[in-house]
T-cell receptor
Framework: EDKVVQSPLSLVVHEGDTVTLNCSYE??????LLWYKQEKKAPTFLFML????IEKKSGRLSSILDKKELFSILNITATQTGDSAVYLCAVRGGSEKLVFGKGTKLTVNP | NAGVTQTPKFRILKIGQSMTLQCTQD?????MYWYRQDPGMGLKLIYYSVGAGITDKGEVPNGYNVSRSTTEDFPLRLELAAPSQTSVYFCASSYPELGQPQHFGDGTRLSIL
């Protein structure tokens, strides 16, 4: 059975801190790993990673995938209160279905 | 550019009632999905569809039904509502052949009392 495990489940930091969120997975016929940010409503797409070792970057957020060790990390530098959200990791295997982890709840205090 | 639209946003049902959650997308995506999200949990796939007329079960299909008569619409039906179905329901769509991620609607918060 495909599985995605995120850690930590929750994290409280101060503005300006750097955080690293972890995602490990077991999936048959891995195709891609996706990161989403979820505030009050719908998850919004951040990154899709398909190749190992390539860093995807958008402003203060970056992510890297290690296909050999079956994990990914999401880094957020110089955190702001607007980064407070649940960050979801999902993997796509042989079908087009996504398997989600439970998410990491990030709280950034001023 | 509406994207994925879900209605209603909130609903309270009594045990045993039935209802349909509506989902429509205007991006001409062939794949559509229904998820439920319980507190502190990730999203669990209920049903999905790879195109009009084709649907398949996900991880937690019991108590739900779907249909896909058009590319745009993918309604989710609860026939006999049970308290265990209290959750937030998300619809999503994608065009995986183009390498696109899933796009989500804003969700329907459903309470069954």
């Amino acid at each position: 059975e495909d599985k995605v495990v995120q850690s930590p489940l929750s994290l409280v930091v101060h503005e300006g801190d750097t955080v690293t969120l972890n995602c490990s997975y077991e999936v048959t016929n891995f195709r891609s790993l996706l990161w989403y940010k979820q505030e009050k409503k719908a998850p919004t797409f951040l990154f899709m990673l398909t190749s190992s070792g390539i860093e995807k970057k958008s402003g203060r957020l970056s992510s890297i995938l290690d296909k050999k060790e079956l994990f990914s990390i999401l880094n957020i530098t110089a955190t702001q209160t607007g980064d407070s959200a649940v960050y979801l990791c999902a993997v796509r295997g042989g079908s087009e279905k996504l398997v989600f982890g439970k998410g990491t709840k990030l709280t950034v205090n001023p | 550019n509406a994207g994925v639209t879900q209605t209603p946003k909130f609903r309270i049902l009594k045990i045993g009632q039935s209802m349909t959650l509506q989902c429509t997308q205007d991006m001409n995506h062939n794949y559509m999905y229904w998820y439920r999200q319980d507190p502190g949990m990730g999203l669990k796939l209920i049903y999905y569809s790879v195109g009009a007329g084709i649907t398949d079960k996900g991880e937690v299909p019991n108590g739900y039904n779907v249909s896909r008569s058009t590319t745009e619409d993918f309604p989710l039906r609860l026939e006999l509502a049970a308290p265990s179905q209290t959750s937030v329901y998300f619809c999503a769509s994608s065009y995986p052949e183009l390498g696109q991620p899933q796009h989500f609607g804003d969700g329907t918060r459903l309470s069954i009392l």
